[in-house]
């Protein structure tokens, strides 16, 4: 019988290329100058797509893809898949959570550390040489500081517990109050950044959450709070991140994602009380590796007619 | 006898307890023996020892609250035997070498500087950093700070080990007698000890070889606890998967082959360096004070041997 035929759209992982190729027929999108026409070429092949953060599956690919069955996504987001097609298709679609919880929320930590404790400036001042004419400014205290987070699913819950070992007191805002924890609720998120010192962005993103932090919240965290954002670019209203930065509105932020990746407010980039990251939050070897395998089983269970393990819906 | 009673600011405490300043007296000794069925609670600013003797003038006591880091200047098996709790403010260290492992794992600082260059529009994502979560963690030195970064990394995941003078009996980590095995078994050491003739350059060659090529160290102790020379020549080699530094032997200078390392993260001895650290110390102090008088359990408490 003919493998499959999946489409990968970025050379996302080389292991994951490796192992799909042999499995299944592999097309690699990236590699074909022009994607309308790779697309009407291969359109009555093409059962699956293996999409990641910066590009899924939006309306007009599912559009043109009439045999498509299902999206495999090398992330946990699934806010580049276009919802409604692929309700409308009847497409199946799977993401790759748990595996990477635990790496975002410790990169979630290490950003509260590097602008509060000045991590990241305080390197960049020693390897300039200054050490030698003075000492480094004070940092602030992270133990005991008020950690606000926004959406506490999984990845929010395991920012919550490493906090917690840090004597942070913790609180949050989600849909809905969260029945096995005793962890303080605030209904609507201008509370909860009234009342914390550090606010942690770790929701989904989707219609109700995009640019769900704004000037109101970024006004009501204040000139002492600090922003962290590990959820995804568009939660952030991010010229107003910008302006309360530069003005003082606010007192750091450590940024994982951004609005339009790979792009970076240029205003940021002079600032030392920013830390800025390249959306590295499950970049790791492990993690990597356990993200591309369970991409690979979705598919080969899909295509068994098993039931999929990681279904997104 | 000097004087350790020692109020750091009198009238923010003084609203809330009552204070007794030995400095209020020509003598400190006879100011003790006379108020000594009073005072529950000592608070040592200052690493000043606390001898025996001391304890002896103090039946009443039962808590000592210390703003220094470390508690050398504390026999804390004696302070076990005579039902005396013991607290500290060692967090800002703990807290700094956590965030230094990060750093080095997952290359904050590092990708901070690949952003910053213009590099992730030109050339594309930035390498791959390590996972924390179910590291081996080798701690040299299960005092305050030892104990306090193990409580954090318990949090990610991460598992625990110990060496120690002796080992602790009522620790769930396991112990190592001698550093060398810890770095056999370890992914990571943090070196948290106290610097004694026997911890000088306690990681040495041995121990970072033990240690291995993927190996990471992380000191916030003292500048003599790793042989620096050695370090450098790992780290240049490729020897040593990275380190994180809060310390160095001739700070402020730093070894100039360090500045072209991503692997490598480099602190100011910045350690104890946050406001908090000196100002909230009489929050902090205020707060373990009133959880004293109002017999809740306390924060910060030292683990006594």
Redesign the interface.
């Known amino acids: 019988m003919e493998k499959p035929v999946v489409v990968m759209i970025n050379p996302m992982s080389e292991y994951l290329e490796h192992e799909l190729s042999t499995r299944f027929t592999l097309l690699k999108l990236w590699t074909h100058t022009s994607k309308p026409k790779f697309f009407k070429q291969n359109s009555n092949l093409i059962k699956a797509v293996v999409g990641d953060t910066s590009c899924g599956a939006d309306a007009e690919m599912i559009e043109s893809l009439p045999r498509l069955e299902i999206v495999a996504s090398y992330s946990v987001g699934l806010d580049k898949i276009d919802l409604e097609k692929w309700k409308e298709k009847g497409i199946r679609v799977t993401n790759t959570p748990d595996v990477l919880t635990?790496?975002v929320?410790?990169?979630a930590?290490?950003?509260i550390?590097?602008v509060l404790?000045?991590?990241?400036a305080?390197?960049?001042?020693?390897?300039s040489g200054k050490?030698?004419d003075g000492?480094?400014r004070?940092?602030?205290?992270?133990?005991?500081k008020s950690v606000g987070i926004v959406g506490l699913g999984r990845i929010g819950s395991a920012i919550a517990?490493?906090a917690?070992?840090?004597?942070c007191a913790i609180s949050y805002h989600s849909r809905s109050q969260k029945p096995h924890t005793d962890y303080k609720y605030y209904s609507n998120i201008i509370d909860l950044a009234t009342n914390c010192h550090i606010l942690v962005v770790a929701c989904a993103l989707t219609q109700e959450t995009h640019h769900i932090v704004n000037r109101k919240v970024i006004d009501a965290l204040g000139p002492n709070g600090i922003l962290v954002n590990i959820g995804r670019g568009a939660q952030v209203d991010e010229p107003e991140l910008v302006s309360a930065l530069l003005e003082g509105r606010l007192a750091g932020a450590g940024i994982d994602v951004y609005e339009n990746?790979?792009?970076?407010p240029e205003q940021l980039?002079g600032l030392d009380n920013v830390?800025?990251?390249?959306h590295?939050g499950s970049?790791?070897?492990?993690?990597?590796k356990a993200m591309a395998v369970l991409v690979i089983r979705n598919l080969e269970v899909y295509f068994g007619n098993k039931p999929l393990l990681t279904p997104g819906l | 006898m000097k004087a350790t009673l020692i109020i750091s600011d009198e009238h923010h405490l003084s609203t809330h307890f009552n204070l007794l300043d030995p400095l209020d007296s020509p003598d400190s000794t006879h100011f003790v023996r006379r108020h000594a069925n009073s005072i529950s609670v000592l608070l040592c600013v200052d690493p000043t020892p606390i001898s025996s003797d001391l304890l002896d003038l103090l039946p009443a006591l039962r808590l000592i609250v210390g703003s220094s880091v470390g508690v050398d200047h504390l026999d804390l098996s004696d302070c076990r035997r005579r039902g005396i709790a013991v607290t500290s403010a060692g967090e800002d260290v703990a807290d700094l070498a956590v965030g230094l492992l990060i750093d080095v794992l997952r290359g904050i600082s590092a990708a901070g500087r690949f952003v910053r260059s213009g590099f992730w529009a030109k050339t594309g994502d930035y390498p791959l950093g390590f996972k924390l979560g179910g590291k081996r963690i080798g701690i040299v030195g299960l005092g305050n700070i030892g104990s306090q970064v193990a409580k954090r990394l318990e949090a990610f995941g991460c598992i625990i080990s110990y060496n120690s003078r002796r080992k602790k009996p009522s620790v769930p980590f396991a112990y190592y007698a001698n550093i060398y095995d810890l770095a056999m078994n370890s992914d990571v050491l943090v070196v948290c000890c106290a610097l004694t003739e026997e911890t000088h350059h306690i990681v040495n060659k041995e121990v970072m070889a033990a240690l291995g090529k993927e190996g990471v160290i992380i000191n916030v102790g003292r500048r003599a606890l790793i042989d620096e020379k050695e370090m450098v020549q790992f780290l240049v080699r490729g020897e040593i998967g990275g380190v994180g530094l809060d310390v160095f032997e001739n700070e402020p200078d730093v070894p100039k082959e360090l500045f072209q390392l991503d692997n490598v993260v480099l602190s100011p001895h910045s350690a104890v360096a946050t406001p908090e650290c000196f100002d909230a110390l009489e929050e902090l102090i205020i707060f373990i004070l009133k959880a004293f008088f109002s017999h809740e359990p306390l924060r910060s408490l030292v683990e006594l041997e």
């Open positions: 635990d790496d929320a410790a990169l930590i290490g950003l550390m590097a404790r000045r991590v990241c305080s390197d960049g001042f020693v390897r050490w030698k000492d480094f004070l940092a602030t205290k992270f133990s005991g517990k490493r917690e070992a840090f004597r990746e790979p792009e970076v980039l830390v800025l990251l390249p590295v970049d790791t070897e492990e993690t990597s």
